[in-house]
């Protein structure tokens, strides 16, 4: 097996636990709308672009409308979970996130950002992670959305380093077939049942380790 000499991560659900703040923002937002919307119907959600979160939302409500409506309460729906986000700082970095990230630059291996979240410049800059990564590619940078694997692609060109020997750390499924799309290998953080289709599954990064990279 080729060795790994980059990794890149997804950030909400891997680095930071965004996924709560996205919820009040939708909940807020459904609620004005007249139906509700419950966490369970939030994990639909995530790891899934800004415009089709809002097509699964209304789909949820039972209601269709036009083009320019339905950018309107995008718009609405961010400048809340925006006004969260900018509360956030490195205490809301998940466990282990940043002994990882560490870990990795001490033996030289490339780190980046595979994220879908147009606001991931905010996050990472509040939370002081920005400074670990030698590329950043999020949802301002990409054109389509995961499943397709051109996040994960312009990470590795940025950071020069051939997809056989890059490692995607993702939460979500369909970040692990934009991985698989890649040639890359993955590790899913969360439970074997939602990303059987991952190399490696661990509960968080805190399991990860240097060593165990060695595993893929
Ligand atoms: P924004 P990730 C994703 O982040 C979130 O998981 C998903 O819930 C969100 O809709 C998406 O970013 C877009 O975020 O509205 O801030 O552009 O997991 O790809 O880091
Ligand atoms: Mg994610």
Redesign the pocket.
């Known amino acids: 097996m080729a060795s790994i000499q980059a990794c890149l991560f ?4 891997v680095l930071v636990d ?2 709560k703040y ?1 919820y009040l923002a939708w909940r807020r937002l459904a609620e004005e709308l007249g139906f509700g919307f419950t966490e369970q119907d939030n994990e639909r ?6 415009t089709a ?1 809002l097509e699964i939302l209304l789909e949820i409500g039972g209601l269709q409308l036009d083009e320019e409506t339905k950018q309107q309460l995008a718009e609405r729906k ?1 400048t809340w ?1 925006v006004e969260s986000i900018s509360r956030m700082d490195e205490s809301e970095i998940l466990p282990g996130a940043l002994d990882f990230l560490k870990a990795c630059r001490s033996k030289g291996i490339k780190v980046a950002l595979g ?6 410049m905010l996050i990472l800059n509040n939370t002081g992670l920005t400074p670990y990564f030698d590329a950043i590619i999020d ?1 301002t940078k990409t054109s389509a959305a ?1 499943p397709d694997p051109e996040v994960f692609v312009l990470g590795s060109e940025e950071v020069g380093v051939p997809p056989e020997n890059c490692v995607v750390f993702e ?2 499924e369909a ?1 692990i077939e934009a991985a698989i799309r890649a040639g890359m290998r993955s590790v899913g953080i969360g439970s074997p049942e939602n990303l059987s289709r991952a190399n490696l599954v661990v509960p968080s990064l805190q399991q990860m380790t240097i060593d165990r990279l060695g595993e893929l």
């Open positions: 997804d950030l909400d659900g965004t996924a996205h959600l995530k790891g899934v672009s800004r979160s961010n979970y994220s879908a979240s147009k606001n991931a949802g995961k939460d979500a970040g």
